[in-house]
């Protein structure tokens, strides 16, 4: 069955985060033939049209305005509420990011539809369109329909694959005016922590400390290899506990969960909960003093040994792999 | 002041998961109040120490969560209140659970509502943000700070590392992010305490609602296990030999480099 669908882009210093393209990939898939429209708010976001249409979008509608600068629940309700009167769309795919964890609910709500969060896989079986979602921390699956109501659904970044680029593709990129008032929500002051280098929910790769990487200092050999395979630093909850490191690195059942095509764990036994925040990664790597580290259980590949003899080897090894490349 | 706690009885998730009937099978299995909310649970009570009034923490489900409620009073919540859908929802959804909190609390004239910001089963984060847009009320979720002076709140939320501090008004949701607090245990007074506090149990019918009203909107088709991981490949040899080995697996087999 043919439907619109619309996308939620969203906008990071500038660009379109990754995961809005394999948004769109998502809302293709639900479209089942139908039009899939791009949606981006912000103060200056129409020059961004184009590139949305190249991964997909058959064409863009743009809301701007000052307020729509930073994100608040109350001023990207009301922008897509009034794209939701204009386009009357089936369904609406959106991130499964802090942006779009927060504002879905509340959109799916207002409208009395159900919402499906957190989808990694979607697909056309006889005739619906079922949904595949993690559950109890990765350690169960569920598939699920809509059954009523607006097709919903957030998609977890790094799980969907985007749509190759085309770039001969061209669409209509519009704007639309609308008022926005009254927010209820000021930010007043915004603190980058996690923004330094690359997006842990987003990362490719990632290389996370636990307890055995001892000190903040003992992060360094980690942050290098990370930088040589374009990744992210990340921490099992002992190594934030233990101040080695922000929370915000923290990888795990509190904390966030990641699927990256390559994880290196390094000095980090596998406690459950940091299992549940990175076991459906696509590949893992253990390097662990302990032979007996419950993480060797996950792991695709281990090396019992010392990380700090490891990992230098370890950076050297794929940067020649990688220049020769 | 008037503070609400959503809070859901969940499945540990230390337990090992198995599935029996198509369903996650849980005898045996260890239920805990879910973590998130056990951060909400102590930050309210800690606004109600320094602001005054009461701490109400209301759960939608079966009789079995008279015991994490239990535990909520214990903390030093004041009273609890079951919404007891056994006989009602077979199937609900975040649409379905939201729908019914929202009808509890919409004459309830609160001035704070706490959950945690997601629940360790389900996973979907979604019934704080419903249930305040139900009750037109603004919300902010994942948040780790939370100061209340007269009517304006001022509140850090977590947005994936980066912090945002954010002024609002009450009356105000806010979902629970780790790094809010540190949840107490309960005390041996407290849990003695607990005995006597009012836990009320009422159903959909005690808030007009019917079957119909909160129909799930969507339907679970299939539950399944992750594909069993073969046992991995722990490099043997010279430390040398064994990263140029890694190296050359990760990128000529596995292909992720």
């Avoid at chain 2, 029996?20 to 109040?33: C, P, Q, R, T, V």
């Avoid at chain 2, 602001?51 to 909520?72: C, D, N, P, W, Y």
Wanted: glycine residues 10%.
């Amino acid at each position: 069955m043919a439907r619109k669908v619309l996308v939620l882009g969203e906008v990071r210093e500038g660009s379109l985060r990754n995961v809005s393209f394999e948004a769109v990939a998502a809302a293709k898939t639900s479209a089942e033939g139908g039009e899939v429209v791009g949606v981006l708010f912000g103060d200056s976001v129409s020059a961004l049209g184009a590139e949305f249409i190249q991964y997909g979008a058959d064409r863009v509608v743009t809301v701007e305005d000052e307020l729509l600068k930073q994100y608040t629940s109350d001023g990207y309700s009301q922008a897509l509420l009034a794209v939701i009167d204009q386009e009357d769309p089936e369904g609406i795919i959106f991130g499964h990011t802090a942006q779009g964890k927060d504002l879905a609910p509340k959109i799916a709500a207002k409208l009395e539809s159900g919402l499906i969060s957190d989808v990694t896989d979607l697909e056309v079986e006889g005739g619906n369109l079922v949904f595949t979602r993690p559950i109890y921390s990765g350690k169960a699956f569920e598939k699920k329909i809509v059954t009523d109501g607006l097709l919903f659904a957030t998609i977890r970044p790094n799980n969907i694959a985007p749509l190759e680029k085309d770039e001969s593709r061209n669409g209509d990129v519009s704007s639309l005016s609308v008022e926005i008032k009254n927010l209820r929500q000021v930010i007043k002051e915004v603190v980058r922590k996690a923004t330094e280098g690359v997006d842990l929910s987003e990362a490719k790769v990632i290389v996370a400390g636990g307890r055995g990487v001892k000190s903040e200092e003992g992060f360094e050999p980690l942050k290098e290899l990370a930088d040589v395979l374009g990744g992210a630093v990340g921490a099992s909850r002992g190594a934030c506990d233990a101040d080695y490191c922000d929370y915000s690195l923290q990888i795990g059942q509190t904390g966030k969960v990641v699927t990256p095509d390559l994880y290196i764990a390094c000095g980090i036994s596998g406690a459950i909960q940091h299992l549940a925040g990175m076991s459906n990664s696509k590949i893992i790597v253990a390097i662990n003093k302990d032979p007996e580290a419950n993480i060797f259980k996950v792991a695709d590949y281990g090396i019992v040994g010392d990380l700090f003899e490891v990992l230098p080897l370890l950076t050297k090894e794929f940067k020649e792999l990688l220049v020769n490349a | 002041m008037n503070i609400y706690v959503l809070m859901k009885r969940t499945f540990d998730t230390e337990e090992k998961i198995t599935i029996s009937g198509g369903k996650i099978n849980e005898d045996g299995a260890e239920f805990i109040i879910n973590p998130y909310d056990e951060y909400a649970i102590e930050e309210a009570i800690q606004v109600r120490d320094e602001h005054g009034g009461e701490v109400t923490v209301v759960s939608v489900g079966t009789e079995e969560a008279e015991k994490q409620l239990r535990t909520a009073l214990a903390m030093g919540a004041d009273k609890a209140v079951l919404i007891n859908t056994e006989d009602d929802v077979e199937e609900g959804d975040q649409f379905t659970t939201s729908k019914i909190l929202a009808e509890f609390l919409k004459d309830k004239e609160v001035d704070l509502i706490i959950g945690g910001n997601v629940a360790i089963d389900g996973g979907s984060g979604q019934v704080g943000p419903r249930v305040a847009e139900l009750l037109a009320i603004p919300y902010i979720t994942t948040i780790t700070k939370l100061d209340i002076e007269g009517t304006t709140a001022t509140v850090v939320r977590d947005v994936e590392g980066d912090s945002e501090v954010i002024e609002t008004s009450l009356p105000l949701l806010v979902t629970a992010q780790q790094g809010l607090n540190e949840p107490r245990y309960p005390s041996l007074p407290g849990i003695m305490k607990a005995k006597k506090k009012p836990l009320d149990e009422i159903e959909l019918d005690d808030l007009d609602l019917d079957e119909d009203d909160v129909e799930a909107k969507t339907k679970t088709i299939e539950i399944s296990l992750p594909p069993k991981k073969e046992a991995g490949k722990v490099l043997e040899g010279e430390l040398e030999g064994q990263v140029k080995e890694l190296v050359s697996l990760l990128h000529n087999e596995a292909k992720v480099v």
